[in-house]
């Protein structure tokens, strides 16, 4: 027991400067008091020393397990606080220093504020996430055309690990061009739904059927969102597309009963009351597909009353194509006549009131070909106008040299008589127009050549060659100058020979021989020797025989104008008037010569 002492009188000592010293010392009193034995007293002593080690060590172990816990609870909180920072993109939390010092506790209490600040930071960035993707998904469902969406955001899987703002970012990049797409989407569709609402008020049908056909939620009279799938807007742009097409089909039909209607009115002369019930229709022809856009413009209706109408004129045309075939043939004949061209022969017209009568030609056909030939007729008549002026000219010129030859050949033309003095001043401005005829028929020859081999063809005047004419007329004008020549020239020969009778039969009063020249100066020989007769007979054989020559070259360009093709109407022609008149002048050289 001894061995027990000091250390019990130590612990003792030591107790009793606590709590327990005191109870221990209280123990003693009541032990001494007793009369407890030494033994006795140091066995409950030990027994009191190991409960007092027991409950040290709970208490010990209690704190290990705390601290432990401590150490613990401040390494997960670090943990999750840097898995935070590193989920949330952030590299740190401001207010919070990166190295902490103090007790467990002091650094627990000092992370937790700033672990629950970044716990709310994760649950406001995940709401953030799922709001984003339930949008995403919504708009692609939208999309995808799928009619049943499920929206609760237990569907939505947000993943925890990355919920940066970078990542954040590309969500909302990512809604934002689904919203593009979709806004895209729905301007398609309300274009293409436009534009069924134009054309079936073009083609007067119902666009609310068609437009439901396509999808219901296309009308807005069901009050739900928009199919915008991409099996909507094929389907809506086939629609559009058939329509047009029908539009373009309609459109082409009208064109075609248009320019019926138009032909048919011109051809029987509609008057414009009976033409302004389809002037709707006519209206189109000169119109797109584009360009139409007035609602009920294209229906089946218009369409049916025009076909109506066409059919009706048809059945009119049959029994007036006869007098419109007559009236066309008869304006041709008139542009070819006051032109002098040539035009079809009577044979061809009544071959082709035959097929008229028959029904075997088409009656379109036949009129076409007629405007056709009224328009070469017009073409070519513009093409011989400048010459056709320069023609008739000439004709009033050779008028002029005609009246002029005939005056000159008047021995009266210097009487005093009534209207003297009127020829006299007519012949001065007949000479001043006759001597320009030779300028204006050369004139007239270079412009017809030109004309010739511009057209390849021969310039026809009256059916007859205009070259040959002019060609002609300068050999008759040249005839007779050439007879004004031996004229002047037998007159010489006439004046030579009465001087040398004069001579043979002696000289006679000078008066008999002036009175004698005189007059064969002027013509007369009847009063002359027989020797003097033989020589006027012999000049006016002479003028005769020029004159044969020049009816001869006549006859022949009218038996060129023969063989050049029997004609379909009869006219008077003018070129046999002119070469009977261009004889009768030549006719006149016989006589004296005019002053």
């Given at each position: 027991m001894g061995s027990f002492q000091s250390p019990i009188t130590m612990r003792s000592s030591a107790l009793l400067e606590t709590s327990?010293?005191?109870?221990?010392?209280?123990?003693?009193?009541?032990?001494?008091?007793?009369g407890e034995d030494q033994f006795e007293r140091e066995k409950v002593l030990l027994d009191l020393e190991q409960e007092c080690l027991e409950v040290y060590r709970r208490k010990v172990d209690r704190a290990n397990i705390s601290r432990a816990r401590l150490h613990q609870e401040l390494a997960e909180s670090e943990a999750e606080f840097t898995h935070l920072l590193l989920s949330l993109g952030e590299r740190s939390l401001p207010g919070r220093p990166e190295k902490m010092s103090g007790t467990l506790k002091v650094q627990l209490?000092?992370?937790?504020?700033?672990?629950?600040e970044m716990r709310l930071r994760k649950e406001e960035r995940v709401n953030q996430f799922r709001a984003v993707q339930a949008q995403i998904q919504k708009i692609s469902a939208e999309i995808a055309g799928l009619s049943e969406y499920?929206?609760?955001?237990?569907?939505?899987?947000?993943?925890?690990?990355?919920?940066?703002?970078?990542?954040l970012e590309e969500y909302q990049t990512e809604l934002q061009r689904l919203h593009n797409e979709k806004n895209d989407r729905l301007q398609r569709v309300e274009k293409y739904i436009g534009k069924v609402h134009n054309l079936s008020a073009i083609l007067g049908m119902e666009s609310s059927m068609i437009i439901t056909k396509v999808h219901p939620s296309l009308n807005e009279l069901y009050g739900i969102s928009k199919n915008i799938s991409d099996n909507i807007l094929a389907k809506l742009n086939s629609t559009v597309e058939s329509l047009e097409e029908e539009k373009q089909k309609r459109l082409e039909k009208l064109h075609h009963l248009g320019k019926a209607l138009t032909n048919l009115w011109n051809l029987m002369d509609t008057p414009y009351g009976d033409r302004r019930r389809f002037s709707h229709v006519t209206s189109l022809l000169s119109s797109s597909s584009t360009e139409v856009s007035k609602s009920g413009s294209l229906t089946h209706?218009?369409?049916?009353?025009?076909?109506?109408?066409?059919?009706r004129l048809d059945q009119l045309k049959a029994s007036k194509m006869k007098e419109l075939f007559l009236k066309k043939q008869n304006e041709l004949e008139g542009i070819c006549n006051n032109s002098h061209m040539e035009i079809p022969s009577q044979s061809e017209m009544d071959k082709i009131i035959n097929f008229i009568n028959s029904g075997e030609m088409d009656h379109a056909d036949l009129l076409t070909s007629m405007d056709e030939q009224i328009s070469r007729a017009k073409e070519e008549a513009s093409s011989r106008k400048a010459i056709m002026e320069k023609v008739e000219r000439w004709i009033l010129a050779r008028d002029e040299e005609r009246w002029l030859e005939e005056y000159s050949t008047d021995e009266n033309r210097y009487s005093v008589s009534r209207g003297a003095h009127r020829n006299l001043r007519r012949a001065e401005k007949a000479r001043v127009i006759v001597n320009k005829i030779p300028a204006l028929v050369?004139?007239?020859?270079?412009?017809?050549k030109v004309w010739e081999e511009e057209r390849n063809k021969v310039f026809l005047y009256d059916e007859v060659p205009l070259l040959a004419m002019l060609e002609e007329y300068n050999m008759l004008r040249q005839e007779r100058e050439e007879e004004k020549q031996r004229q002047r020239e037998n007159k010489k020969v006439q004046v030579q020979v009465v001087v040398e009778q004069e001579n043979a039969f002696g000289s006679r009063p000078s008066t008999s021989s002036r009175r004698i020249s005189n007059m064969s100066l002027n013509g007369g020989f009847n009063n002359a020797s027989p020797l003097n007769r033989r020589v006027s007979l012999g000049i006016q054989q002479l003028g005769s025989n020029s004159i044969n020559s020049a009816t001869q070259g006549i006859s022949f360009v009218k038996e060129g104008r023969k063989s050049h093709g029997q004609k379909m109407f009869s006219r008077p022609s003018l070129v046999s008037q002119l070469r009977d008149e261009t004889a009768s002048v030549v006719s006149t050289f016989s006589g004296p010569i005019s002053p």
């Open positions: 327990c010293g005191y109870l221990l010392q209280e123990l003693q009193l009541i032990w001494d008091e007793v209490d000092s992370i937790t504020p700033a672990l629950r499920d929206d609760s955001s237990k569907t939505i899987v947000v993943n925890e690990n990355d919920l940066s703002l970078k990542k209706n218009i369409i049916e009353q025009a076909e109506a109408e066409v059919k050369d004139s007239l020859i270079a412009k017809t």
